[in-house]
């Protein structure tokens, strides 16, 4: 067998090794091609990140602002509210003090006719004509300083009262006008940037106008509301201070009429009167009681002069000859200065009205928002139908000139509603007054009117604003 020679550069076999491939100069770079796409991507992802992460940031930090804004001009307004109600109730308390003042002067004069006339009567009868006219003597000097006293007690009281009147009354009207400033304040401290938008403005000029029906003003002859409320605060002693007394045990034929009491006559007049009468059967042993001779008698009154009468505890029906004296002989001063005016609920609106809404829609321009533009130096960005689209205006530019869809928004709605912390004892609801300070500040939820007024004014579409939300 014939063996062919070996090669040197052969393998094994004989044969020569497969040629080495090299790598072709155009393939190089092939890597950063594909990178620098992918870097792209990252980088817009990234922007698109950063940006929706800012505006849902920003978003929220609105809606904070609008709620502190909206919650800090209701809680302004139960403020106002129950200022009212607190001045309503010392003014109601002051005048209560006033009736009892002059309720304690006329049954003073009583008591010093009464002890007089009881002296002049005992003064045959030993040891006891000595004990009355000593007890006589120490009323009239009692009531010597008693009188000016109390009289002048009623002078500043009434002077308190129209003071506490006139403090209640620009209260309540420049709470129109201090709930929207309150509103702006909190937005200039939060960020000055924010404002509130068309749609905000519009509805707190709607507030406005609703304040100023949501309570009435009882002045003049409407004073009515509040000298009812006065009535039904005045006590046992200045309504009434009746008493009968039968000396015949057993024989109602002689009986001792005291009728007396203190009534507000009309609206600027307090009156007191105090009587006793002696009554008997018209036939001596039957017919009908009627009086036949006053024996005490006094009246004090403080406030206008008038010709009107008051009932007084019945005195003059029961006693009318005794009220005659009584009048003809009464003490007047005019420190009085009259009831005062003061604001609160009709029964309408303590049935049907709730305390006005107050809603804020604030809005942050295009030129005032931050995001991606201030991170990569953007200013606009191509849409796919080669719009460009704005990221941030130019701060020197009018703020008209960004896209009103570029806008944010937010809403915040805040009431004030009338609840007691403390149930009545008696378990009767009691219904929204300006004479109880319970209310308080709460957020409430938007109403579809609300939503449609304010997107109405801000140009935003109708059906959005109707969504339930």
Not at 115 to 120: G, P
Request: hydrophobic share 45%.
């Amino acid at each position: 067998m014939i063996v062919g020679r070996g090669c040197f550069a052969c393998g094994s076999g004989g044969f020569p090794p497969p040629p080495v491939a090299r790598p072709l100069r155009y393939a190089r770079g092939q890597a950063l091609a594909l990178t620098l796409p992918l870097l792209a991507v990252l980088i817009a992802a990234l922007w698109w990140a950063y940006d929706a992460g800012q505006a849902v940031t920003e978003k929220r930090r609105l809606a904070q602002i609008a709620d502190a804004a909206a919650l800090g001009a209701a809680t302004w307004q139960a403020r106002a509210l129950n200022f009212d109600a607190y001045t309503n109730r010392a003014i109601i308390a002051n005048e209560v003090a006033i009736a009892q003042s002059v309720s304690l002067r006329g049954w003073s004069r009583y008591m010093n006719d009464l002890l007089l006339k009881t002296a002049v009567l005992t003064a045959w009868i030993p040891y006891v004509d000595v004990a009355t006219a000593s007890l006589q003597r120490l009323w009239m000097s009692l009531d010597r300083g008693l009188q000016p006293g109390l009289s002048a007690f009623e002078g500043v009281t009434t002077l308190i009262d129209q003071d506490l009147a006139a403090a209640q009354r620009a209260m309540h009207l420049a709470t129109a006008q201090v709930v929207p400033a309150s509103v702006r304040e909190v937005l200039r401290r939060d960020d000055p940037r924010i404002e509130l938008s068309p749609g905000g403005e519009a509805a707190l000029v709607a507030w406005q106008v609703e304040w100023t029906r949501f309570a009435s003003f009882y002045g003049g002859a409407w004073r009515w509301r509040q000298k009812d409320v006065l009535e039904r605060s005045l006590d046992g002693f200045t309504v009434s201070r009746n008493n009968t007394w039968r000396p015949l045990l057993g024989v109602d034929i002689l009986r001792l009429e005291k009728r007396g009491g203190t009534d507000l006559i009309g609206f600027d007049t307090w009156r007191a009167v105090d009587t006793l009468s002696e009554h008997q059967r018209r036939y001596l042993l039957f017919g009908r009681m009627r009086e036949q001779v006053p024996l005490v008698w006094s009246a004090v009154q403080s406030g206008m002069a008038t010709a009107a009468r008051g009932q007084h505890g019945n005195a003059t029906q029961v006693n009318p000859a005794g009220s005659r004296a009584a009048l003809a002989s009464m003490r007047r001063d005019r420190f009085y200065r009259g009831l005062p005016s003061m604001w609160d609920l009709s029964v309408a609106q303590r049935a049907q009205f709730d305390p006005p809404r107050i809603p804020v829609r604030i809005m942050r321009r295009p030129a005032s928002a931050g995001g991606a533009a201030d991170v990569f130096g953007l200013r606009s960005v191509a849409a796919l139908s080669g719009e460009a689209h704005v990221l941030q205006a130019d701060s020197q530019s009018s703020p008209q000139s960004a896209s009103a869809s570029d806008t944010m928004y937010a809403l915040a709605v805040a009431v004030s509603q009338f609840s007691r912390s403390v149930a009545r004892t008696d378990g009767a609801v009691e219904k929204p007054s300006l004479y109880a300070p319970f209310w308080y500040s709460r957020m409430a939820s938007s109403t579809v009117a609300e939503r449609v007024l304010m997107a109405t004014v801000d140009g935003d579409p109708l059906w959005i604003a109707s969504l339930p939300r």
